[in-house]
C-alpha cells in the first residue's frame, strides 16, 4: 500500500483495478480524443492518482474486514464491595450482660476453639449459690423423709401379722362350726354347694367367652387405630398437596409453571381422596363389626346376670342352713376386720412416706438441674470463636473489664484468606458470565495491587438498579486474599475475563448494549 502511494508517475496500465470501479477510467481517458505525444504524459498522472485513490479505498475496507475478523480477549467490568464469606464469619455477642475480660486484641489472629472473652456476671454466681442451698436442703429433705418411710414399713409389717394371726383364729373357729352342723343339713349344703359350683362354672364358660370377644374387639380396634393413622397420614399429605396446589395456582396463571406440574398436583390430590375415601370405609366395616361383637357381649352378659341370680337364690338356702353358726363366726370375723383396718392404715401411710420420698426426690432432681442450667449457663460465660481468621473489632481494648449489655456486639472475627464480593452485570451481558471464569479484582485506589478470582455463584434473577432505568444481574466473585490486606467493605473493579471475541462481535455488543438495536432490529445480537 504504501509503495503504490509513492509512485504515482508510474503508467496506469501496471495497476489492476476491480472492473466495477477502473472501467469507465480506462475507456475515457486512452480512447476518447486523438492527442499528440506531447500531451499523453500530462494526463498520465491524472488517471494514476485516481487509480491510487481506489485502490487505497479498497485496501482500506479490506483491512478493515480483516480486522473486524481478529480476536480479542474481551472481559466484563463492574464495580463491587468485599464482604466475608458467609460461613467463615463469626459475629461474637456478649451472652449475658457482665463485665468483659479480654483475651485477644484487636486484628489478632485465632484459631476456631479459642479463648477470646470471659464474662463475669455478679447475676449469675447468685443464682448458683441459690440453687447449691436449694440443693442441700432438698438433700437433707429427703433423707428425712426416708427415714419416715421405713418406720411406716415396719408398722406395716406388723399389723399384716396381726391379719394373719386373727385370721388363722377365725379359720379354726370355722372348722369347728362345720363339725357341729355336720348331722342332716350338712349333705343338703353339699348339694347345694355342688349346683352353685356347676353355675359357676357354667358363668366362667360365658366370661371366657366374654374375653374373647373382648379381644376379638380389642384386635378390631387395634385395625381401626392403624387404619386411623394411615388415614391421619394421607390426610397430612393431602393437604400439603393442597397447598402446593394453591402456590402453584397464581404461578400457572403468570405461566411461570408448567401444566403438568398443575396437573400431576391435581392427579395425587385425587389418588389421596380416593384412598382416604376407602380407609373410611374400612373403618365403618370395622365400627359395625365391633358394634355386633358388643351386641354378643351384652347378650351373654345378661346369661350371667340370670345364672348369678340363680346363684344369689341358692347361697340364700346355705344362708338359712347358716343361720344359727353366724354369732360364733362373727366374733372372729370382727376380729380380722379390726386388724385388717389396722393393716389399711399403715398401708396409708406407707404410702404418704413413699409420696413425700418421691416429692423429695423430685425436688433433689430439680435442684440438680437448676445447677446444671446455672453452671451451663457459666460454662458459656467463657466467649470462644467458632471460626479460624483475624478480629477485625477496632478498638477492641477499650472494651476490657467494661460492663456489656446481653446481645451487644463483642467482637467480629473473620477468614481473609478468601473474600466474596457480589457484582452488579447488564442483562446483556448475561450470556458472556459463566461459573468458573477468572476475574482480577482492584481496590477502588491508586496503585492497588490486582487479587484472583473466580465467578462463584450467578443468581438467575434478573432486577432492575437503583435507577430502575437497566436491568442487572448479581454475580458474586471468590476473591484470593493472598496478602490478607483485603478487608470486608472495601470497594473495588472487577474484571471478568470472558475469553476471545471478534472485533466485529465486540463492537456488535458494545453498540446493542447502548442502543438496544435488538429491539429495533430482531436478531441484531446473534448476527
Not at 477510467?25 to 506531447?38: C, L, N, R, Y
Not at 481478529?70 to 456478649?94: C, F, K, P, Q, Y
Not at 401444566?259 to 365403618?284: K, V, Y
Not at 451487644?408 to 450470556?431: F, G, H, R, S, Y
Request: charge should be negative; charged fraction near 25%.
Amino acid at each position: 500500500m504504501t509503495t503504490t502511494n509513492n509512485q504515482p508517475q508510474k503508467s496506469p496500465l501496471r495497476v489492476v483495478p476491480p472492473q466495477s470501479i477502473a472501467q469507465p477510467q480506462t475507456v475515457v481517458a486512452p480512447a476518447a480524443t486523438p492527442t499528440s505525444a506531447a500531451d499523453s504524459p500530462a494526463k498520465a498522472p491524472t488517471a494514476s492518482k485516481s487509480y491510487g485513490k481506489w485502490l487505497m479505498m479498497l485496501i482500506l475496507v479490506a483491512g478493515g474486514v480483516a480486522v473486524s475478523r481478529l480476536s480479542i480477549l474481551n472481559h466484563v467490568g463492574a464495580e463491587g464491595e468485599v464482604t466475608s464469606r458467609t460461613d467463615e464469619r463469626h459475629r461474637i455477642l456478649m451472652p449475658m450482660s457482665g463485665i468483659v475480660k479480654l483475651k485477644v486484641g484487636s486484628n489478632e489472629p485465632v484459631e476456631a476453639g479459642d479463648v477470646v472473652a470471659e464474662v463475669f456476671s455478679q447475676e449469675i454466681e447468685g443464682q448458683i449459690a441459690e440453687a447449691e442451698r436449694s440443693l442441700q436442703q432438698a438433700n437433707a429433705s429427703q433423707s428425712t423423709a426416708e427415714e419416715r418411710l421405713k418406720i411406716a414399713e415396719k408398722e406395716l409389717d406388723a399389723a399384716k401379722l396381726a391379719v394373719v394371726l386373727a385370721q388363722r383364729r377365725a379359720d379354726k373357729q370355722q372348722q369347728e362350726i362345720q363339725a357341729i352342723i355336720s348331722g342332716e343339713k350338712q349333705p343338703k349344703i353339699r348339694e347345694i354347694e355342688q349346683e352353685i359350683k356347676s353355675v359357676e362354672s357354667e358363668i366362667d364358660a360365658i366370661q371366657n367367652v366374654i374375653v374373647g370377644l373382648e379381644s376379638q374387639i380389642s384386635g378390631v380396634k387395634t385395625e381401626i387405630y392403624a387404619i386411623e393413622l394411615n388415614r391421619s397420614s394421607l390426610e397430612r399429605f393431602l393437604g400439603i398437596n393442597q397447598e402446593k396446589i394453591a402456590r402453584y395456582q397464581p404461578l400457572l396463571e403468570e405461566k411461570a409453571l408448567a401444566i403438568n406440574h398443575w396437573e400431576e398436583a391435581i392427579e395425587e390430590e385425587i389418588r389421596l381422596s380416593s384412598q382416604i375415601d376407602q380407609l373410611t370405609s374400612q373403618m365403618d366395616v370395622k365400627q359395625l363389626q365391633i358394634d355386633q361383637l358388643q351386641s354378643s357381649i351384652h347378650e351373654r352378659g345378661n346369661l350371667i346376670e340370670q345364672k348369678s341370680r340363680s346363684i344369689a337364690a341358692k347361697r340364700e338356702q346355705i344362708k338359712a342352713v347358716e343361720k344359727q353358726v353366724e354369732d360364733l363366726r362373727d366374733e372372729r370375723d370382727n376380729d380380722v376386720e379390726q386388724y385388717t383396718a389396722a393393716q389399711r392404715s399403715a398401708e396409708t401411710k406407707v404410702a404418704a412416706a413413699f409420696s413425700e420420698v418421691e416429692n423429695e426426690i423430685e425436688r433433689v432432681a430439680q435442684s440438680e438441674l437448676e445447677l446444671q442450667r446455672v453452671r451451663v449457663i457459666q460454662d458459656d460465660l467463657v466467649v470462644t470463636t467458632k471460626t479460624t481468621g483475624i478480629i477485625l473489632t477496632p478498638d477492641l481494648d477499650l472494651r476490657h473489664n467494661t460492663p456489656l449489655s446481653v446481645g451487644q456486639e463483642l467482637m467480629t472475627v473473620v477468614d481473609l484468606a478468601q473474600l466474596t464480593a457480589q457484582l452488579q452485570i447488564p442483562q446483556e451481558d448475561e450470556n458472556l458470565i459463566d461459573l468458573g471464569q477468572t476475574v482480577i479484582f482492584k481496590l477502588a485506589q491508586p496503585n492497588s495491587i490486582p487479587y484472583k478470582a473466580i465467578v462463584e455463584d450467578i443468581q438467575p434473577l434478573i432486577t432492575p438498579d437503583v435507577s430502575g432505568a437497566k436491568r442487572i444481574m448479581t454475580v458474586t466473585i471468590l476473591i484470593d486474599n493472598h496478602d490478607n490486606r483485603l478487608r470486608p467493605g472495601s470497594k473495588g473493579f472487577a474484571h471478568i475475563e470472558t475469553g476471545e471475541m471478534r472485533v466485529y462481535k465486540k463492537v456488535q455488543h458494545e453498540l446493542n448494549k447502548i442502543f438496544n438495536l435488538d429491539k429495533y432490529f430482531v436478531g441484531f445480537s446473534k448476527n
